[in-house]
């Protein structure tokens, strides 16, 4: 067992579950989706970013680009939310289904990242 | 480049993600405690503020309580943060600042300096291996000629006194293992430029390696190897090394010349040593070595190349060594070291003519020398040199002849990448009768007033000789002559020792020979002084003025008159 791969996996998986948690509801209904989700899904998925840095493997490099777009549409996402309840109490629905849509696509490439995790387990194995 | 960033992002994994948690755990407990607005309500921050107020704060930048005064156990958290914070931001700036001391990162970034610079080499250059005190020799000869040379060695401390030397061509260094096939790629032998590896590390298995690996990566590659062991001479010639230097066998050779042919001796003495001269007794270059009886003390690798070469009946040697049985000395050799009265006076110095102090010990090699004399005023000394910095001691000794290994093997080097046609020369003056020998020693001598010439190339080709061609394309006759002297400019001459024409060598070419496209002319002058055809290489005004006798003070008229010529030739 490596402790680092245990490490690395659990951040990743954790990035795709939080993400999908942040997903799962109607789609521009703001009761279900909790911005505290939203920003732990986003500080798991910049500690998965940084943990790939400087790695020279094909697969550190794959996993490293789609979690580099797993932060930029979390990212999007936050200051969508940011910007929409300025002076305001709460999140209107078009703004919510913005917020919750940018999410889903970066539920798309954390999947990925989780993907490649599971091919480059499975080539370790042979 | 991408080691460097692939190392810097690696090093920063660790403070980054302290970084990022530290700031989330701020953030997060910004939004959850609890504070009060201005008009008494319980409020709570959004991540908007949160963030915004951790920003500032945890830089340290101190804006105040946004938006609203903070309750006390809102304080009570960002005192916590505001420790946390800073200790992370201490973490990662140490981080940074360690890695710029780190032998990894700083040997990765002189790697890639040194690939950099190799890369922008726009010139030939020579790949030499090991900085030792022949190294230096080399690269100190290169760097006089204007010849770029890339040094690696293992010891960097060694390469550290490289920066005192003042180089006119400032040396690349690269410190690593030469055996490392990478750092052989890396320092060029594939480069359009390079001119070839010279490796002259202490270890003769070292250099085999290098000749290996340099023939292997790039076949057509020269490679000069020192090497002082027969064995691996032998396995480095098999597989096409270009030149092998034994420094004992090289010295041995010049040795037995100084008996049987002084003159040539001094002849080869002027033209290899061009660099550095060797220290040799002025009275022997002219008289040569006597013959009769020498002793030879120590009988190791350079004894043995002595006695090798005085094998031809004028010389009968009488071995010391401190264990003949084992070194393999023939029978009636003398046991001891030499440095002892009775072992010599046993070994018969006071009928000796020559005595050779062959031991790898410099100490005793001095010892062996001033007894020597001691015993018998007369004999020539012969003192063989382990270590540079002791040559300044056998020289106060009045040694007559020091062989310094180190310099033998740079001469030859230098002569073999630099001056092509003087090596042939060498090889034919063997069939010099003894007469022209010394009419050519003569005539050196008027020309230099008894100091060291220095050989010079002319080739005739449009980068080698623009105006010389030029002329000669006019079906103007230029010879031999006419290109090594001219009683209009005196203090030019330069004696022509060697044409190469077609691959046939002419030595002591006659001078009414006319020159062609394609020659290459060896010439030999005085030193520091610009020769006659270095002057007309590229001047055809000069030539003109000379051979047309088109002499007028106007440089239009001249000009004019040039013009004329080439358009009745035409």
Same mark, same amino acid.
Do not use: K
């Given at each position: 067992m490596n402790l680092e791969k245990v490490i690395f996996a659990f951040f990743i998986i954790l990035a795709l579950s939080l993400n999908f948690s942040f997903f799962?509801?109607?789609? *521009?209904?703001? *009761? !279900? !989706? !909790?911005v505290n989700e939203l920003f732990a899904a986003l500080i798991v998925s910049l500690i998965c970013t940084v943990m790939k840095f400087g790695d020279r493997t094909h697969f550190g490099s794959t996993v490293l680009a789609s979690s580099l777009v797993v932060d930029l549409l979390l990212i999007a996402a936050a200051i969508t939310w940011g910007v929409s309840t300025v002076n305001h109490g709460s999140i209107t629905p078009t703004a919510m289904a913005t917020v919750t849509s940018l999410a889903g696509g970066a539920l798309i490439a954390n999947l990925l990242s989780v993907v490649l995790l599971i091919i480059e387990t499975g080539q370790i194995r042979k | 480049m991408s080691d460097i960033f692939f190392l810097v992002l690696r090093r920063l994994r660790t403070p980054l993600i302290l970084l990022i948690s530290v700031y989330a755990v701020a953030t997060l407990g910004m939004t959850l405690i609890p504070g009060v607005d201005p008009n008494g309500e319980p409020w709570r921050m959004g991540f908007f503020h949160a963030f915004y107020f951790v920003s500032f704060m945890g830089t340290t930048i101190g804006f105040g309580e946004l938006p609203y005064p903070f309750t006390d156990l809102q304080r009570a958290w960002v005192l916590v943060c505001i420790y946390t914070s800073v200790v992370a931001w201490l973490y990662g700036i140490g981080t940074v600042l360690r890695l710029t001391q780190d032998e990894t990162f700083i040997s990765a970034v002189a790697q890639r300096a040194f690939k950099l610079s190799i890369k922008r080499i726009d010139r030939p250059f020579h790949i030499i291996c090991g900085y030792g005190e022949t190294g230096q020799l080399i690269v100190r000869g290169l760097s006089e000629l204007g010849i770029q040379a890339i040094i690696i060695d293992l010891h960097s401390e060694r390469l550290h006194s490289l920066k005192l030397e003042e180089l006119s061509v400032p040396a690349i260094v690269l410190g690593g293992d030469i055996t490392d096939p990478d750092n052989l790629l890396a320092a060029g032998i594939n480069h359009p430029c390079c001119r070839g590896v010279i490796a002259v590390t202490q270890d003769d298995h070292t250099n085999l390696q290098i000749a290996v690996a340099s023939k292997l990566v790039n076949p057509d590659m020269p490679v000069i190897c020192r090497s002082e062991i027969q064995d691996e001479a032998d396995n480095m010639a098999s597989f096409g090394t270009d030149s092998i230097i034994n420094p004992y066998l090289v010295f041995g050779r010049r040795l037995s010349l100084l008996t049987t042919n002084p003159e040539l001796h001094r002849i080869h003495n002027w033209f290899i040593n061009q660099h550095t001269a060797e220290h040799i007794n002025e009275r022997i270059t002219h008289e040569g070595l006597p013959g009769g009886d020498w002793i030879i003390c120590g009988y190791g690798r350079f004894g043995k190349a002595v006695e090798h070469y005085s094998d031809d009946g004028h010389i009968s040697v009488t071995i010391v060594d401190i264990d003949p049985e084992a070194s393999g000395a023939p029978k009636g050799s003398i046991v001891g070291?030499?440095?002892?009265a009775d072992t010599l006076i046993e070994a018969g110095i006071k009928s000796a003519s020559v005595i050779v102090?062959?031991?790898?010990?410099d100490a005793n090699n001095l010892s062996i020398l001033i007894t020597a004399k001691q015993l018998n005023n007369d004999i020539v000394t012969i003192g063989r040199v382990?270590?540079?910095?002791n040559n300044i001691l056998f020289m106060h000794a009045k040694c007559d002849y020091i062989m310094r290994r180190s310099q033998v093997v740079a001469n030859e080097v230098l002569t073999i990448i630099s001056r092509p046609l003087v090596t042939k020369f060498l090889q034919y003056s063997y069939s010099l009768s003894p007469s022209a020998t010394n009419d050519l020693i003569t005539e050196i001598c008027r020309l230099t007033n008894d100091n060291d010439p220095v050989t010079w190339r002319l080739v005739i080709d449009s980068k080698g000789a623009p105006a010389i061609l030029q002329f000669i394309d006019n079906q103007q006759a230029l010879t031999v002559e006419q290109v090594s002297s001219n009683s209009k400019l005196p203090g030019t001459e330069g004696i022509p020792l060697l044409l190469l024409r077609g691959g046939m060598s002419h030595l002591? +070419?006659? +001078?009414d020979m006319p020159l062609k496209l394609g020659d290459e002319l060896l010439f030999c002058g005085r030193r520091n002084q610009t020769l006659l055809a270095q002057k007309l290489r590229d001047n055809i005004e000069l030539i003109d003025s000379l051979y047309n006798q088109n002499r007028h003070h106007i440089p239009l008229l001249r000009w004019l008159k040039r013009r004329k010529k080439l358009k009745s030739v035409d």
């Open positions: 799962i509801g109607e789609l *521009s209904e703001a *009761s !279900h !989706h !909790h | 070291r030499g440095t002892e102090a062959a031991s790898d010990d382990s270590q540079e910095t002591l +070419p006659d +001078p």
